[in-house]
């Protein structure tokens, strides 16, 4: 048992945000269970999550001692708690649907609320991982999408996993299909797209070349348009290659940027709609392995799909051209 006492800088809060602050390590999920368990209590009495401190209030805690430290970076997701959109899960592997404006992996914001660190406290959770018991695995991630992008990303659970998923997608065994919705019609309705694209760390920004050069990475995409209303046309894109912003890129190269993209686009032609950002979901995945596929063997031939798209009710309100 630990004692906290009030000070006049903590004096008014209430009980449960005083105790997020004060203890890091400890989830917010079971910030609250231990709170309804009475392993918090105040002058010996139960005390409410709503309670607010007064100066001089002395508080006995019930916690482990590991929960009164400063977890390091790599136990950050003990701080997390999940709010996972799971599409499919086995012993294996574990397919999230990742909403728009949350990061996969910490960025320069270092918020320890990412997708990662919550499938780590998913999983921890659940009994399905336990660090203490690893000499060196983690959860990992084996595919990555933009803050504001959404859509399926794939975790891998066991090491073996994480090696054969790698490869798959390396070799480019894992077909991923996003759905996106752009200005204008593209012609053809459906085609290939080929550009060489050159990353600009400094102003964090992808330009498509004509032609390929030395720090130059070759992007490909199959894009089909099903279905256009009010000058905004509702597209598939299947990647043929992984590069960073490659939809948002290569479509505006075409003349069609996403919808709500002004990276790409410009505020003027998203002035009026209902996006702040890209309207790009990943939303489909096929395990195609025309090779051998070891523990995910099981896998091959399987799709799987979410079962909403945010930004389709929008698009099939939006009335239809008359001819």
């Known amino acids: 048992m630990k004692e906290l006492v009030i000070n006049r800088n903590d004096a008014g809060q209430r009980l449960d945000k005083y105790l997020t602050k004060a203890l890091p390590a400890l989830p917010p999920s079971l910030l609250q269970k231990y709170i309804r368990l009475k392993r918090v209590k105040l002058g010996g009495k139960r005390v409410e999550k709503d309670y607010r401190l007064q100066e001089g209030d002395v508080l006995q805690l019930y916690i482990s001692d590991e929960f009164f430290s400063t977890p390091d970076p790599e136990e950050a997701w003990r701080t997390v708690t999940p709010r996972l959109d799971v599409v499919y899960e086995d012993e294996h592997i574990l397919l999230v649907n990742k909403p728009v404006g949350l990061v996969v992996h910490e960025d320069e914001s270092s918020t320890p609320n990412t997708l990662i660190n919550q499938i780590k406290a998913y999983l921890y959770n659940k009994g399905d991982w336990d660090p203490g ?7 990992a991630l084996c595919n990555r999408i933009d803050r504001n992008t959404g859509g399926i990303v794939i975790a891998a659970k066991t090491a073996a996993a994480l090696r054969i998923l790698n490869e798959k997608i390396r070799d480019r065994e894992i077909s991923k299909y996003y759905l996106c919705l752009v200005h204008g019609v593209p012609r053809p309705a459906s085609g290939t797209l080929t550009s060489y694209l050159r990353r600009d760390l400094e102003k964090k920004q992808v330009f498509a070349l004509k032609h390929k050069t030395a720090d130059s990475l070759t ?9 256009s209303r009010c000058g905004i046309s509702l ?32 505020a003027a032609q998203n002035r009026g709609l209902p996006y702040k950002h890209q309207a790009l979901w990943s939303y489909r995945l096929r395990f195609d392995f025309p090779t051998g596929a070891g523990e995910l063997e099981y896998l091959r031939g399987r799709e799987f799909q979410v079962q909403a798209v945010p930004f389709l009710e929008y698009f099939y309100g939006l009335p239809k051209k008359q001819n």
């Open 133 to 139: 018991q690893e000499a060196s695995f983690t959860p």
């Open 219 to 227: 992007a490909k995409l199959r894009y089909t348009v099903l279905e």
């Open 235 to 266: 597209v598939e894109c299947r990647l043929l290659t992984g590069r960073t912003h490659q939809i948002r890129v290569q479509m505006s190269e075409g003349g069609h940027p996403l919808v709500g993209d002004t990276k790409y686009g410009t």
